[in-house]
């Protein structure tokens, strides 16, 4: 089993920056995928970014490349999301997940953290 618990989030205005961290315990092999996921109000969970804690290849949706850094610190056993030039339409509860790289789907979830991007 695999805990994961995330933080980080809060009110923040267009152009701000926010940093959120995901602890994760447990069975947390270093092998393991992680990712960050998103979900606003009315709308289905969407996948953010993703990063391999093997190798550190990183993989982004297209509307935050460029803005977001996903990063991994392998002995704390935490991801990072960093989060700059914020949008109004970044507004979400946000959330991250883990799978063996040979799942299909994301096996583990944290409770989520809201975000919210005023003008």
């Known amino acids: 089993q695999v805990q994961l618990v995330e933080s980080g989030g809060g009110l923040v205005q267009a152009g701000g920056s926010l940093r959120l961290s995901c602890a994760a315990s447990?069975?947390?092999?270093?092998?393991?995928?992680m990712g960050w996921f998103r979900q606003a109000p009315g709308k289905e969970r969407e996948f953010v970014a993703t990063i391999s804690r093997s190798d550190g290849s990183t993989y982004y949706t297209n509307s935050v490349r460029g803005r977001f850094t996903i990063s991994s610190d392998n002995v704390q056993n935490t991801v990072y999301l960093q989060m700059n030039s914020l949008k109004p339409e970044d507004t979400a509860v946000y959330y991250c997940?883990?799978?063996?790289?040979?799942?299909?789907?994301?096996?583990?979830w944290g409770q989520g953290t809201q975000v919210t991007v005023s003008l």
């Open positions: 997940a883990t799978k063996r790289p040979e799942a299909v789907r994301y096996e583990y």
């Open positions: 447990g069975r947390t092999f270093s092998t393991y995928l």
